[in-house]
């Protein structure tokens, strides 16, 4: 019992040592994004917006609506909604724990799970309450009807692609001179670590080297005393 008492102390020290000034203003964020979505949503069912943003490209028509996924993906299937609801809520429960898992210097990468985690929650308001998603933006680049909560997925996946491969510490392409210092830093460390390592077990091995030399010299001091005694 005390142990698992002891480990959800440890879990909410770390929650806590990675909640600060940063977190409340990214949570600011998320909820503006969501109430965006939410609005933009009702006002474009209550006035019937329809109109055009640029000729061609992005036009904005009320009235279009998705039971399915992106590209009304599962839209004919009776078990779709329910499946992408449950999809949904697991996601959010995963991006919620990543968000309390890292620490307030991963800005980015938290900005961008907020972006993505206000897109789910605005796309799951529709799917609970009207049992499909309201979509009203056309854009010519995917020839597709979406809504503000599938550019915040998508712009946040982006934007968290961009952190994790170019940006920040633990990047896999550090470019900025930030990520450059961070990692410079633990391969030192872990280099460090290394060398304290090795020095032990040198310093046994020349123990052990040096005793039968001792034992050898003891030996031969013990002869040299009988012959002398002789």
Not at 83 to 96: E, K, P, Q, R, S
Not at 102 to 112: A, D
Not at 138 to 155: E, S
Request: hydrophobic share 50%.
């Amino acid at each position: 019992m005390k142990t698992v008492k002891d480990f959800f102390i440890k879990i909410g020290n770390k929650i806590k040592s990675n909640f600060g000034l940063k977190s409340c203003i990214l949570i600011g964020v998320f909820v503006a994004l969501l109430v965006v979505d939410l609005v933009t949503k009702h006002f474009e069912e209550a006035e019937n917006w329809k109109f055009t943003v640029i000729p061609g490209f992005i036009e904005v028509e009320s009235g279009v609506r998705n039971p399915g996924a992106g590209f009304s993906w599962l839209a004919d299937k009776a078990w779709g909604q329910p499946f992408l609801i449950g999809l949904t809520v697991v996601m959010i429960v995963a991006v919620i724990c990543i968000i309390l898992a890292l620490p307030e210097k991963f800005t980015i990468l938290k900005l961008s799970l907020y972006m993505i985690l206000a897109g789910a929650l605005g796309n799951l308001v529709d799917r609970i309450m009207f049992g499909e998603v309201r979509d009203f933006v056309w854009l010519l680049i995917v020839n597709a009807y979406c809504n503000f909560a599938d550019f915040w997925i998508v712009i946040g996946g982006i934007l968290a692609v961009i952190d994790m491969l170019f940006l920040n510490e633990v990047s896999v392409f550090p470019l900025t001179a930030s990520a450059k210092a961070a990692q410079a830093e633990r391969r030192k460390e872990e280099q460090e670590k290394k060398q304290a390592s090795v020095q032990p077990s040198s310093e046994n091995a020349a123990e052990n080297n040096s005793a039968p030399s001792l034992e050898g010299q003891s030996q031969s001091d013990v002869n040299k005393g009988d012959e002398r005694d002789e």
